[in-house]
């Protein structure tokens, strides 16, 4: 499938720019899920399953897993969506970066072992680091480009002849490395006049935005800074404030109010919809 | 362990710059391993026993262990390195970069979980997404600077009001960064003039450089460029030229033999060390 495409339609059909971030945990697990050894894999599995009807995209986060050897837990999470959610896109966030014979292997990890639709990936090492991934067609490639931390700064904010790195990095890959239509972009929610000047380099190119909800990030200047004109273009990722909005035994149904009404608050910002 | 310490140990007591890069490629493996369940393990244990007492350190390659799910091989594999040779520090070439609740998770995943004593990561997200790994303590953080690959240049090398990135990279990790003493910087042997520049910048901090061998960096230009005073100051990194130097059942005496010759290769280029 086109992850691309897939996204366009989810956002449609589902009416909602909200992506969930799956980042599992342990020690905000509710009690009851508390030392079970497939713990992570039940407490996203529930909150998948809560909140499917009201996103664009799932993005689980790779570091969760990893640092509890839980990569198959991460595998059977995204068998669980792709055979119960068909039509939502799984992004792996990953951010790897790497030459190429070694991207060959993360894209591998991520496209053919994880099954994931798209993955994130760190543009640091340039083209030939990401054309691996590239290569695999329909997958989406979503190039971290202006991140939500404090030290996102740090480098992409640097002046380049009178742009900035972020900037500059937006324009290479809506000019070059692009061809394929399979890229997207990390804006985060924090900085929305950057989200603008993203947004004005790259057409309508997806943007996946992190940093509403527990970062602080405002969703309606992050919606009027980075719509397109028919009111899509973007995957809104909330992570923490919706895994975590409960702490009891009713975690996914307070995790499904959370998503509900960050999706209702991200759609009343949004430009006037076909109906409206 | 310290591991800035114990490398510069290794350096002295093995007499050797040279760092082993296990990049295990299942295509690639003799044929007495095909089809074995841990052939991945099994091959790179050959690799460092044969090697362990003319390398400085070994580096693993995460991302080939992840795309062959065979991450328990490398956490084996490390336990090994640490259990049969003491002194030789291991590099967990993993390349992370990302915010500070996640980076955590991945500091977690290199230095409990798999026990590292330094890890590769990625600069592009700043400072903030690099101080979980630096609060680890004696453990290195070895940051990407100027990497061996074509597209290393397309960020790496814009002019930022009249240094280049890497430049500014190299100058923040060194001034701001490396409070900790406990910082390094991945710069390639593709580009010796580079080399140069990073280290006039950095004083003694430990470069790591791969791109000679497979990837047709020049042992002596990179020698020239990188060594420090007393002759220290890299880790030289080879991976393929090493693991598959031989295609046989002797594939771990070849891998020897093209290690001592890395070995001398470089120590021939040296600056004139003690007892010469």
Redesign the interface.
């Known amino acids: 499938m086109d992850f691309i495409a897939t996204l366009r339609a989810a956002w449609r059909e589902r009416d909602s720019l909200l992506c969930v971030g799956l ?1 599992p945990d342990p020690a905000r697990f509710p009690a009851a899920l508390a030392g079970r050894p497939r713990a992570a894999l039940e407490f996203c599995r529930a909150i998948v399953d809560a909140t499917a009807d009201l996103v664009c995209a799932f993005k689980p ?1 790779i ?2 897993f ?2 509890q ?1 839980a ?1 198959d837990q991460l595998e059977a999470l995204i068998e669980h969506i792709h055979a119960r959610h068909p039509g939502v896109p799984v992004i792996l966030d990953a ?9 060959n ?2 894209a ?2 991520a496209f ?2 994880y099954r994931a639709d798209a993955v994130t990936v ?9 054309e691996p991934y590239l290569a695999w067609g329909g997958k989406g490639v979503i190039l ?1 480009c202006r ?10 904010n ?4 009178g742009e900035k ?1 972020y900037e ?2 937006a324009r ?1 890959v809506a000019a070059e490395w692009n061809g394929g239509g399979n890229c997207a972009l990390v804006v985060g929610a924090t900085y929305p006049d950057e989200i603008a000047r993203v947004r004005a380099i790259v057409g309508d190119m997806p943007l996946l935005v992190p940093g509403i909800g527990a ?1 602080g990030g405002e969703i309606a200047a992050t919606v009027a800074a980075g719509q397109t004109a028919d009111g899509f273009g973007l995957a809104i990722n909330s992570s923490r404030a919706i895994l975590y909005a409960g702490a009891g035994e009713d975690f996914a149904a307070a995790a499904r109010r959370a998503a509900l009404a960050t999706r209702e608050a991200i759609n009343a910002r949004r430009a006037p919809r076909a109906g409206d």
């Not at 790897?96 to 070694?102: A, H, L, P, V, W």
């Not at 760190?122 to 990401?130: A, H, I, K, L, Q």
């Not at 991140?147 to 992409?156: K, R, V, W």
């Open positions: 980042d986060q570091a969760y990893a640092a050897r990569e951010k790897r970066g790497d030459i190429g014979s070694t991207a292997q993360y591998e990890e053919a072992r760190n543009p640091y090492m340039g083209r030939d680091s990401v971290l991140t939500s931390n404090p030290g996102g700064a740090d480098l992409q640097l002046d380049i002849g790195l500059r990095l290479l970062q």
